[in-house]
């Protein structure tokens, strides 16, 4: 049965992260097969987007901030006024030629007239007469502003608000127009704008009648405000997540990258620039290679130099003579073959395999040059895996050319 390495398991971790990032990705074509896994264990697809139209978080977001702004600046509000439709009343406002004297005093008339009409209640009279006095002096913010307040105490906030704001558009500190467009404001639910209006009149000219109306919409404007506030800081926050999680991605990629050149630097796996097993190298202990009757030459416990293994000592003192060892360009390019490294590895764990991988066309080769380089005085290709074929010829036995002599 196939077991997942710790390779698999950080690529699927690495899959499954990114998909926690893109949700859409699931829907891709490659990943059929593990939607159909999810399927089978209960699990239930989000369905995917029309084709071409992705979805665009950022903007979602945006639009529900909006939405939340809104609502909580359309809350209930008895007073609520909605602006009605205001004719053309063919009135330009012109600053550029003045008026005659004759004209400036007949329009002051009529402007005392509309007043008198508004103190007595008869205010769709007193507007008709501020009509009369605006086509004699356009250019004249007083007289915007003043019919303005009477459009306004009509209940009507659409005109109140057009003539304030030619009235502003002539003199911006006139105090009569900023209290008739902050008060309409108000009743349209706009309380940051109705904030400025109201308390820019107040502080050139204060009126007690507008406390109650600036207490409230401070209120209203401070709330909108602390709400804008709290999500600018959960933005920043969602940013510096998304940031930190980014740092983290790279930091992981980094080092996942000098793993694998670590690895690939390496040689073997398992020890830096050695065989498996650490700086050991080749597997040492008591017993080394194979040796005695039938092994290598070098006495009983395997190779020269100590009670096992290569030089050195049982097992270690190895590193000089590994960092020697893999300097052979060609020693290194054959240890990247999957194949020699898994037989070596075979060899780490049975070291009497060496023998019979002394015969193996990828793996003989490389333990001829090894031994050679191991005992310098052995010419390659010197070493058999026959029985007895590593011992000295002085030790194997031999019929005497002459038997005369050991009569003797």
Same mark, same amino acid.
């Given at each position: 049965?196939?077991v997942?390495?710790?390779?698999?398991?950080?690529?699927?971790?690495?899959?499954?992260?990114?998909?926690?990032?893109?949700p859409?990705?699931?829907?891709?074509?490659?990943?059929?097969?593990?939607?159909?896994?999810?399927?089978?264990?209960?699990?239930?697809?989000?369905?995917?987007?029309?084709?071409?139209?992705k979805?665009?978080?950022?903007?979602?977001k945006?639009?529900?901030?909006?939405?939340?702004?809104?609502?909580?600046?359309?809350?209930?509000?008895?007073?609520?006024?909605?602006?009605?439709?205001?004719?053309?009343?063919?009135?330009?406002?012109?600053t550029v030629?003045?008026?005659?004297?004759?004209?400036?005093?007949?329009?002051?008339?009529?402007?005392?007239?509309?007043?008198?009409?508004?103190?007595?209640?008869?205010?769709?009279e007193?507007i008709?007469?501020?009509?009369?006095?605006?086509?004699?002096?356009?250019?004249?913010?007083?007289?915007?502003?003043?019919r303005?307040?009477?459009?306004?105490?009509?209940?009507?906030?659409?005109?109140?608000?057009?003539?304030?704001?030619?009235?502003?558009?002539?003199?911006?500190?006139?105090?009569?127009?900023?209290?008739?467009?902050?008060?309409?404001?108000r009743?349209?639910?706009?309380?940051?704008?109705?904030?400025?209006?109201?308390s820019?009149?107040?502080?050139?000219?204060?009126e007690?009648?507008?406390?109650?109306?600036?207490?409230?919409?401070?209120?209203?404007?401070?709330a909108?405000?602390?709400?804008?506030?709290?999500?600018?800081?959960?933005?920043?926050?969602?940013?510096?997540?998304?940031?930190?999680?980014?740092?983290?991605?790279?930091?992981?990629?980094?080092?996942?990258?000098?793993?694998?050149?670590?690895?690939?630097?390496?040689?073997?796996? =398992? !020890?830096?620039? %050695?065989?498996? +097993? $650490?700086?050991?190298?080749?597997? *040492? &202990?008591?017993? /080394?290679f194979? @040796? #005695?009757? =039938? !092994?290598?030459? %070098?006495g009983? +416990? $395997?190779?020269?130099g100590?009670? *096992? &293994?290569?030089? /050195?000592?049982? @097992? #270690?003192?190895?590193?000089?003579?590994?960092?020697d060892?893999?300097?052979?360009?060609?020693?290194?390019e054959?240890?990247?073959?999957p194949?020699?490294?898994?037989k070596?590895a075979t060899?780490?764990?049975?070291?009497?395999?060496?023998?019979?991988?002394?015969?193996?066309?990828?793996v003989?080769?490389?333990?001829?040059?090894?031994?050679?380089?191991?005992?310098?005085?052995?010419?390659?290709?010197?070493?058999?895996?026959?029985?007895?074929?590593?011992?000295p010829?002085?030790?194997?036995?031999?019929?005497?050319a002459?038997?005369?002599?050991e009569?003797?």
């Amino acid at each position: 049965m196939p077991v997942l390495n710790a390779t698999d398991l950080e690529a699927v971790n690495r899959v499954l992260e990114h998909l926690r990032d893109h949700p859409e990705e699931l829907h891709r074509e490659e990943l059929q097969g593990l939607r159909a896994y999810m399927v089978s264990l209960g699990a239930s697809i989000p369905p995917t987007s029309p084709t071409g139209d992705k979805p665009d978080s950022n903007a979602a977001k945006k639009e529900t901030n909006e939405e939340e702004e809104e609502e909580l600046m359309s809350e209930p509000d008895p007073e609520r006024w909605e602006l009605e439709e205001v004719p053309d009343d063919g009135i330009q406002v012109s600053t550029v030629s003045d008026p005659t004297p004759e004209e400036e005093e007949e329009a002051m008339g009529l402007k005392a007239q509309a007043a008198d009409c508004a103190a007595g209640g008869k205010l769709d009279e007193a507007i008709d007469l501020m009509a009369r006095a605006l086509r004699l002096v356009p250019g004249k913010a007083m007289y915007w502003s003043q019919r303005a307040s009477y459009l306004l105490q009509c209940a009507r906030p659409g005109g109140a608000l057009r003539d304030a704001n030619r009235a502003l558009q002539i003199n911006p500190e006139n105090v009569r127009a900023l209290r008739v467009r902050g008060t309409v404001n108000r009743h349209l639910g706009k309380w940051e704008e109705a904030l400025k209006d109201l308390s820019e009149a107040q502080a050139v000219d204060y009126e007690e009648g507008l406390k109650d109306l600036l207490k409230i919409v401070q209120e209203k404007a401070d709330a909108i405000r602390q709400f804008r506030r709290h999500k600018e800081e959960k933005a920043q926050r969602l940013r510096q997540e998304a940031l930190r999680r980014q740092r983290e991605q790279e930091q992981r990629e980094e080092e996942r990258e000098r793993q694998a050149q670590s690895a690939g630097a390496s040689g073997f796996p =398992g !020890g830096a620039g %050695g065989f498996p +097993g $650490g700086a050991g190298g080749f597997p *040492g &202990g008591a017993g /080394g290679f194979p @040796g #005695g009757a =039938g !092994g290598f030459p %070098g006495g009983a +416990g $395997g190779f020269p130099g100590g009670a *096992g &293994g290569f030089p /050195g000592g049982a @097992g #270690g003192g190895m590193q000089s003579f590994m960092d020697d060892l893999f300097k052979d360009e060609e020693l290194r390019e054959a240890m990247k073959d999957p194949e020699v490294a898994a037989k070596l590895a075979t060899l780490q764990q049975n070291p009497m395999s060496a023998l019979q991988l002394l015969n193996d066309p990828k793996v003989g080769p490389l333990l001829q040059k090894m031994m050679s380089k191991a005992m310098p005085g052995a010419a390659p290709g010197s070493f058999s895996s026959g029985a007895g074929a590593g011992a000295p010829a002085s030790a194997t036995p031999h019929a005497s050319a002459h038997p005369e002599d050991e009569l003797d």
